[in-house]
Every structure is written in structure tokens, then in C-alpha cells.
């Protein structure tokens, strides 16, 4: 059984991590079976799975039911569960209350927050209550509108230097990892050399000591053009139209159910 502690000895050890996102109980069982080190149970579950524009929307009931889901069906890997946006910015008691709901009622082992150095008081308020944190810098969605839209972050020195002072206050906090999304592979190089914590890249190149990537566009599921850092392994939705295509045309053409499957 993966723990939050199993992450940082892997990265001692020089081990890559493998995480993946997952939000019901198939895919937490599918996942599981594959031996991958972490599941995310993302708030990008509100455009992958409940059709948003962004991941704003996204309450915490949908949270707790997607994670509830994912936590009948998952055996082995670290169980992680986002914080949506307006669970814990506000008031810092809302945010331990979130927090602490994430880990009893939906089992979750740990909690992703985005941000840096304004959300510092937070980690260190949930590490009192035992709720480890794993931090998100870099492209953070909830604040998409503040960021202007989806693009890599960190491209400007000023920048790059606030992102990694930033990743330092997450680790110095008590964060045991951090999420760096959309940057430069050479600033996800220095902070990852920079940490003790490690460091999960999406869209953040080779030298993260893991990456993650949201399930349904790996297995090629998601609609459109992938994403410049999503490399698809299948090609899984075409399967999919053209296995339900053949159903319409058995059904149509009275060629199911055939008499092997009736009672």
C-alpha cells in the first residue's frame, strides 16, 4: 500500500513516479491492477466527466462523490483527492472542515490544494489535524481566469523565481509533494534539484520525479486534439463509437440478441 511517505523515498531512491487521474469505481479497479504509485481523484472531473468549462464549478458533494467511487474500487496505489475552488481560500476553518470531509467521509489519504506561498498557513494548519498535502504550482486551474486563459507559466525570470520560492514555501509548509503544471522543463529541472519533496510533472517535462496525466486522454478518450504534453496510448473513443455503431446495426437488422443470448 502506497503511502504520502512511500513518494519521498521513491524520490531518494532515484524511482519514478507513475500517477494518473480516476473517478469512478471501474477505473480506480482498472488502475489498481495496472500498479500505478498515485490516484487523483482531480476536480478536472467537472470538464472530463460533468461537462464544465473549467474546473470552478466543481463542488464539494461532486468531490466526495467521484472520491467515494474511486475509494470502492482502488487496492494499492496513494488515494489523493483535490480541494475545488472556494473550499478552503475563505476562511481557514472552512478549509480544515473541507479538508477533514475529503479524508473521513471519502477516505482519501491525502488532499492537492493549488497555489503557493498564500496557502503556507493551510498546510501547516491541516499537518496538525494529520491530513497530508500535496501541493500544485505552475498552470493552477481554479485560477484561470486570473492567469488568463490556459498557458504555460514560468516563461519570465520574475516568474519562474516566484514559482520556485513558491515550491520551497509548499516544502518548508510540510507539503510532501508538488504538482508543477505547463512549465519549462529547465525551471521544473532546478526546482525538482531544489526540493527534498518530489515533484510530479504534467506538462513540465522529463526531469519531475513523477508525471500524471488525466486518464481519459492517455487512453484517448477525450474529445479534440490532444493537449502538447498528453501522449495517448489507445485510441479508445473510436473503439467505442464503432462498437456502439455495430450494436445499432445488430439491433436494426434483428441479428441481436441471437439465440445464445436468450433466455
Not at 154 to 165: R, T, V, Y
Amino acid at each position: 500500500m502506497m503511502t504520502h511517505q512511500s513518494l519521498i523515498e521513491m524520490k531518494k531512491k532515484g524511482e519514478k513516479i507513475a500517477a494518473l487521474t480516476a473517478y469512478d469505481f471501474p477505473t480506480a479497479q482498472i488502475l489498481s491492477e495496472s500498479g500505478v504509485d498515485v490516484l487523483l481523484v482531480g476536480d478536472s472531473l467537472g470538464m472530463v466527466k460533468l461537462g464544465y468549462s473549467s474546473t470552478v464549478p466543481v463542488t464539494m458533494e461532486e468531490m466526495l462523490h467521484h472520491l467515494l467511487a474511486v475509494k470502492r474500487g482502488i487496492s494499492g496505489p496513494l488515494l489523493v483527492a483535490d480541494m475545488p475552488y472556494l473550499s478552503y481560500e475563505i476562511d481557514l476553518k472552512e478549509a480544515l472542515r473541507n479538508a477533514g470531509r475529503l479524508i473521513k467521509e471519502g477516505g482519501a489519504q491525502a488532499v492537492k490544494i493549488e497555489g503557493g506561498g498564500f496557502v503556507t498557513d493551510i498546510v501547516r494548519e491541516l499537518l496538525k489535524i494529520h491530513i497530508p498535502v500535496m501541493g500544485h504550482l505552475g498552470l493552477t486551474p481554479q485560477s484561470v481566469n486570473q492567469l488568463g486563459g490556459y498557458k504555460v507559466q514560468g516563461k519570465e525570470p520574475k516568474n519562474a523565481k516566484k514559482i520556485l520560492e513558491d515550491a520551497k514555501a509548499l516544502e518548508k509548509a510540510g507539503a510532501f509533494a508538488v504538482v508543477l503544471e505547463c512549465v519549462p522543463s529547465g525551471l521544473a529541472r532546478k526546482i525538482t534539484a531544489s526540493l527534498s519533496i518530489p515533484t510530479i510533472g504534467i506538462g513540465a517535462g522529463v526531469h519531475c520525479d513523477g508525471q500524471i496525466l488525466v486518464s481519459d486522454d492517455l487512453w484517448g478518450i477525450s474529445k479534440g486534439p490532444s493537449l502538447k504534453f498528453v501522449k495517448r496510448y489507445a485510441r479508445l473513443r473510436e473503439t467505442m463509437i464503432s462498437s456502439a455503431r455495430e450494436y445499432l446495426k445488430d439491433v436494426r437488422q434483428g441479428k441481436f440478441p441471437g439465440t445464445e443470448h436468450s433466455f
